[in-house]
């Protein structure tokens, strides 16, 4: 049933992280350790469970990087909050990115886990994957237990929530992974800095590559989200600059379906009657495996070279069973970048959680390295006057390699990955073979700042 997916594969996935605090009162509890909410390489996205958490950075120093001495007891701790899904559909992602927040820390800090003297706290909340949350956790976080920073989301819904009261209270935030161009195009305001690539970005990885080699009349799926919305909207843009056709109305889908059969039917009329040759496929969350299955039952793949791509370690081998020999892009797997950074990311997660860094782990450290970085030039403030003309513009060297906050739009130009799916049950996830690294350069995005 899978013999035309093998043309190719191009995951968009998003996500956004932070930490939880499933009462979402704003009040701070006991730490708890964030290993309890960490998936490993064989667990499915809705095995991660919500964590209540407000955490000092200090809880954790490295191995190789022995502390220095304590900073003066009246300094003033630095808070930041990180606000994610760890509850909900996207908790997965969620996780993925707080402990790649908390490693960067540690290690842009040198383990000592202070920057310009200050102490790191990261106060952890839970948005449920809900907007109208996020946005209250936001203002909790500042108003009420003194945050200086944010950093957001899984969710795009949840990121634009997040972002206006970051606007309204003059707060620098930091987004990573939600992937929605929204974010830095449309909704974009001063103190928004995204470390985590858009889906424009994906689409510039793989969508000439598409063209070229499987097809060109176009029909896609995508959930009825604002993320959905913008990758779908990111992949026409793409796919039609090079000379691609989309022959039917994109099939937007509720992003808690469990059925998919009546939308699946458009897909196949489009393929019926239209000559729609290539199904391009956005999803995220726990029920991708369904819509992949459904896909299979009711013969969506016979008739149609599936365009999707590669997500998480964890749920790969759930979905992508006779895919084995399938090629697509994908924003960042452990294996892939050859640097120190990723070399200190993949020894530390390992030690810390009993695994590799998974898709989104990266992305939490590079928004931890950047702030970090530049509240070392502010001498650690957080005044956005002060923080803004360092960041923009500002390069960094973060696991992918190297970063750079563009001035216009404050989007992080970064490498990204085209790969084969050579295996899926390696114990140590080892599932690609590099095909092609696409530069920064090559995947800059379209500058969609509204002026």
């Not at 950075?57 to 760890?86: E, F, R, S, V």
């Not at 390696?426 to 995947?443: G, H, S, V």
Request: with cysteine; proline share 6%.
């Amino acid at each position: 049933m899978m013999r035309r997916i093998a043309a190719l594969l191009l995951l968009l996935i998003v996500v956004n992280v932070l930490t939880a605090c499933s009462s979402g009162t704003g009040q701070e509890s006991t730490a708890t350790p964030a290993t309890s909410a960490q998936p490993t390489a064989n667990t499915s996205s809705t095995d991660a469970q919500p964590t209540t958490e407000t955490t000092s950075a200090t809880d954790t120093q490295p191995t190789d990087a022995p502390a220095t001495d304590a900073p003066a007891a009246d300094a003033k701790p630095l808070k930041i909050g990180l606000i994610t899904d760890q509850s909900k559909a996207l908790s997965i992602y969620g996780t993925q990115e707080i402990n790649g927040f908390k490693l960067g820390l540690e290690y842009a800090t040198n383990g000592t886990m202070e920057v310009a003297g200050r102490p790191i706290e990261v106060l952890v909340r839970d948005d449920e994957n809900n907007p109208d949350r996020a946005r209250q956790l936001a203002r909790e976080l500042i108003e009420k237990d003194g945050v200086e920073l944010l950093q957001c989301c899984a969710s795009t819904s949840s990121a634009l929530t997040v972002i206006e009261v970051a606007k309204e209270n003059k707060v620098v935030a930091m987004i990573d992974p939600a992937a929605g161009p929204q974010v830095t195009g449309s909704n974009f305001n001063r103190y928004v800095f995204r470390t985590g690539r858009n889906t424009l970005q994906d689409a510039l990885t793989a969508g000439p590559y598409m063209v070229e080699s499987v097809g060109t009349n176009f029909v896609q799926l995508a959930p009825d989200t604002d993320f959905g919305k913008g990758s779908a909207a990111s992949w026409r843009t793409i796919v039609e600059s090079n000379g691609g056709t989309f022959v039917a109305d994109d099939v937007l889908i509720p992003a808690d379906t469990t059925d998919f059969t009546p939308y699946l039917q458009k897909i196949l009329d489009a393929a019926d009657q239209q000559g729609a040759k290539v199904l391009l496929v956005t999803w995220a969350g726990a029920n991708f495996p369904r819509l992949f299955q459904q896909m299979q039952e009711q013969g969506v793949l016979d008739k149609l070279t599936l365009a999707t791509g590669f997500g998480d370690n964890a749920t790969l081998p759930l979905v992508y069973t006779d895919a084995v020999g399938a090629v697509g892009m994908i924003a960042y797997h452990y294996t892939l970048p050859k640097n120190e950074v990723n070399d200190w990311l993949v020894e530390h997660h390992k030690a810390e959680y009993g695994s590799p860094p998974d898709l989104f782990t990266a992305g939490g450290m590079a928004a931890a390295i950047a702030l970090v970085q530049g509240l070392e030039k502010t001498n650690g403030s957080t005044d956005p006057e002060q923080l803004i003309p360092v960041l923009e513009g500002m390069s960094f060297a973060g696991p992918k390699g190297t970063y750079t906050f563009r001035k216009e739009d404050h989007q992080a130009l970064q490498p990204m990955y085209m790969v084969k799916l050579v295996n899926i049950d390696d114990p140590e996830a080892r599932f690609y073979e590099l095909l092609q690294e696409r530069t920064a350069e090559q995947t800059a995005p379209p500058i969609l700042v509204q002026q």
